[in-house]
């Protein structure tokens, strides 16, 4: 039974004994059995913290020193990291987070799934977890009068100011600070988002892990830049690798980065990178794993696990610009895959021409609207992929799938708590977890992705 809250008071200090890790990566330290969550601290650690808010059920602490530290602890490589949310794992050795997100899995499986006897893999990490992410999307603000690119501190829209974010490709940092001078010296205007003024929301920049070609997208506050001709020839000028200069035009009061209308102000509207052998054209508005080398080996588990033997129909649901499909279809009969953006699809089918692959075939719509119009049609599928975002499926889309009683459902989450939720209605519907494989694509967070294979039960 948890303690009286009247008993233990804010601003107050505490030792304690952290006990586990939450979802979010806080430690859990217990006084008389009442929960305090508290960032930066790792398992077995003796901590002094400070009460910083209670609430009924569980408060909230603010590490003041670690009186015995754990030995999976390791210096931090940025303390900014820590502010902004993007390295919330880094004081934890690579080989405790990978531990951890195995168990962030096995945990969601158990308390959310109901499973409790199925494997659950060593998470697959990487050998340098550092300078992976393929892509940045920074905002642009003004911080004491001067135009500034950064990241947001923690919970808030307040800008920090950053170089350097360690977890990203080092030519995206440099491309970014050398558009940001750019833009210094042409006098842009940031966005503000109090007076909804300003001409430059944010940079985006993508560059290919294999080919190095680089799309560069502005996302402006109005149809144009003022001196834009001049701004456009400076970043040709000044970036590497540059295919494709963009304008993305979003002058609604939101907080969704992307507006609907793309500008392609210099080279062309795609840039190329390569996966698993394929070349892949990818958009503006396109979504792309941003860790290419962990992608492929979450895609390996995924094409293994579909255990394919060269003459089984496949689905492939939620399929974005084809990065699975076209892999899967190198491998089997024949694909279907369906996605929600018309654009991605556009991009898969060029990216399907550009490989020369025939055996696949990709529809704009929903999932769970698709899914039932291909099963009255009378197609029907051998082995299903599903990699749905981070809500999961669809009920209305398991009902259906079941339905065609494929003889395997091979499911890439990138949430654990959703996809544990799903693949427990998968089960009760008669099919068995054959094994959980975390991929971590994501390192120095606590995001994790997985594949989860579940085959029909003999008795079906």
Known sequence: MATDTHTLKKNEYYDGVVVDLTSKGQGVVKIDNYPFFIEGVIPGEKVHFKAIKLNKKYGFGRLIRIDESSPDRVEITDPVGRQIGTMTLQHMSYDAQLQFKQKLVRDAFYKLGGFEDIEVRPTIGMEEPWGYRNKAQIPVRDIKGQLETGFYRRGTHNLIPVENFYIQDPEIDKI???????????????????????????????RGHYTGQVMVTLVLNRKSLRNQQAIVEEIVEQVPGLVSLVANINTKNTNVILGK?????????????????????????????????????????????????????????????????????????????????????????????????????????????????????????????????????????????VTQQPERIVYVSCNPATCARDCRLIADAGYEIQHVQPVDLFCQTTHTESVVLLTKSKAM
């Open 261 to 401: 209308e793309n500008k392609v102000l210099w080279g062309q509207e795609h840039y190329e990178d390569e996966m698993l052998g394929l070349t892949l054209r990818i958009s503006p508005n396109s979504f792309y794993q941003v860790n290419t080398i962990q992608a492929e080996r979450l895609y390996q588990e995924a094409i293994n696990a579909a255990g394919l033997t060269g003459t089984e129909t496949v689905l492939d649901a939620y399929s974005g610009i084809g990065s699975i499909s076209l892999a899967l279809a190198r491998e089997t009969a024949k694909v279907y895959a369906m996605e929600v953006v018309p654009e991605a699809i556009e991009m898969a089918e060029h990216n399907a021409a550009l490989n020369e692959i025939t055996n696949a075939t990709f529809e704009v719509g929903k999932a769970e609207e698709v899914l039932p119009k291909w099963h009255e049609e009378g197609i029907k599928f051998d082995v299903a992929v599903v990699d749905p975002p981070r809500k999961g499926l669809d009920e209305a889309f398991i009902e259906t799938l």
């Open 176 to 206: 970014i600070v050398t558009i940001r001078d750019i833009m210094r010296e042409y006098h842009v205007q940031p966005y503000d988002e109090k007076t909804v003024k300003g001409e430059l929301r944010h940079i985006i920049v993508k």
